[in-house]
T-cell receptor, first 115, second 112 residues
Framework: GAVVSQHPSWVICKSGTSVKIECRSL??????MFWYRQFPKQSLMLMAT?????????EQGVEKDKFLINHASLTLSTLTVTSAHPEDSSFYIC???????????FGPGTRLTVL | GESVGLHLPTLSVQEGDNSIINCAYS??????FIWYKQESGKGPQFIID?????DKRQGQRVTVLLNKTVKHLSLQIAATQPGDSAVYFC???????????FGKGTLLTVNP
């Protein structure tokens, strides 16, 4: 199998606080993980590519200082939304690439609500 | 930049009918395409994929067709069931060996 988990599944926080979201590949090692953001009734937008042991690669328009990504092991990547604001409220989804294939296995997503 | 798009944002079908969901892509460098199903509040679920050296691939109740000439991708679902109700996304790799670009999505509603 290829199972990816995320924690937490949902979080509500106050404006100005930071929130950490974890993405884990449970039964395989993932050298590459991806973070997406999805607003209601919209598609998934790639935010960044997370490579184990190196700095993340951010997509154009995504602030790297606001969305901190750490990929410290082959099974864990974290996304920290710093100084969150209401406009950061969204569904954050991670995926993990298994082996050298293109196929990505997706986590269940994390619903972030910033008050 | 180039993007993947969908013709129909919503599709409503009767249970038992066949469904066809379409997707137009614009990046001619793409050589790998995937269809995902996303239920409300959940992450995308892999349905079927196809590489550019093929024009058709079949799975269980699903078929993906690829027309590289007109840059068009379709997903056919046979004997659609209420459990098929979800948003369906196509995705392309843009020639990359790992990055995916998602289309806008089509909401499929299956009426009993």
């Amino acid at each position: 199998g290829a199972v990816v988990s995320q924690h937490p599944s949902w979080v509500i926080c106050k404006s100005g606080t930071s929130v950490k979201i974890e993405c884990r590949s449970l039964d395989f090692q993932a050298t590459t993980m991806f973070w997406y953001r999805q607003f209601p009734k919209q598609s998934l937008m790639l935010m960044a590519t997370s490579n184990e042991g190196s700095k993340a690669t951010y997509e154009q328009g995504v602030e790297k200082d606001k969305f901190l990504i750490n990929h410290a092991s082959l099974t864990l990547s974290t996304l920290t939304v710093t100084s969150a604001h209401p406009e950061d409220s969204s569904f954050y989804i991670c995926s993990a690439r298994k082996g050298l294939n293109n196929e990505q296995f997706f986590g269940p997503g994390t619903r972030l609500t910033v008050l | 930049g180039e993007s993947v798009g969908l013709h129909l944002p919503t599709l409503s079908v009767q249970e038992g009918d066949n469904s066809i969901i379409n997707c137009a892509y614009s990046n001619s460098a793409s050589d790998y395409f995937i269809w995902y199903k996303q239920e409300s509040g959940k992450g995308p679920q892999f349905i079927i994929d196809i590489r550019s050296n093929m024009d058709k691939r079949q799975g269980q109740r699903v078929t993906v067709l690829l027309n590289k000439t007109v840059k068009h991708l379709s997903l056919q679902i046979a004997a659609t069931q209420p459990g098929d109700s979800a948003v369906y996304f196509c995705a392309e790799n843009g020639g990359s060996n790992y990055k995916l670009t998602f289309g806008k999505g089509t909401l499929l509603t299956v009426n009993p």
